[in-house]
């Protein structure tokens, strides 16, 4: 590998630790886990945090909309595209509360490219975030 398969976007949130956005290996783009975060923002779109930095409420609708905005982001960044997007694992905090409108979200933008998909229930996330996804594309 060298530097050049190693990709950060100027515009994506910065990752919470020590990983790239992406990595290209041959024709394919690995994402690391993207997040709804917003770069140089520590509010997260649609999550109201308590005292204690916990999350006291959520809007799941406004957390998809930016996780696949910061995706859009990456592969753009790496010279794919939405069209190129191979295989999506989705991880939600809320199956029964957020599956539904995830779906609502997921469906305008992967109206003409449908690509392979799993959506995986978890306790928690790194950051209080209620979804994060990790994305393999064409380059």
């Known amino acids: 590998m060298n530097k050049k398969d190693i990709i950060h976007s100027s515009k994506a949130p910065e990752p919470v630790g020590p990983y790239p956005h992406a990595r290209r290996v041959g024709n394919l783009l690995f994402l690391s886990g993207v997040g709804p ?7 997260i779109p649609g999550v109201e945090l308590d005292d204690s930095g ?5 809007d799941i ?15 753009e960044a790496a ?3 939405w069209e190129k997007i191979v ?3 989705i991880f ?4 029964n509360d957020d599956f539904a409108a995830f779906n609502r979200v997921y469906a305008e933008y992967f109206k003409d490219n449908q690509p392979c998909r799993t ?4 306790n928690r996330l790194p950051t209080p975030i209620a979804i994060e996804l990790k994305v393999i594309a064409m380059v």
């Open 61 to 75: 609708e406004a957390q998809c909309h930016s996780v696949l905005r910061n995706v859009g982001y990456i592969v």
């Open 119 to 122: 959506t995986i229930e978890i």
């Open 37 to 43: 975060r917003e770069r140089g923002k520590n509010k």
């Open 87 to 89: 295989d999506v694992t």
């Open 54 to 58: 916990n999350i006291d409420s959520y």
């Open 79 to 81: 010279g794919s595209s």
């Open 92 to 95: 939600l905090t809320n199956m």
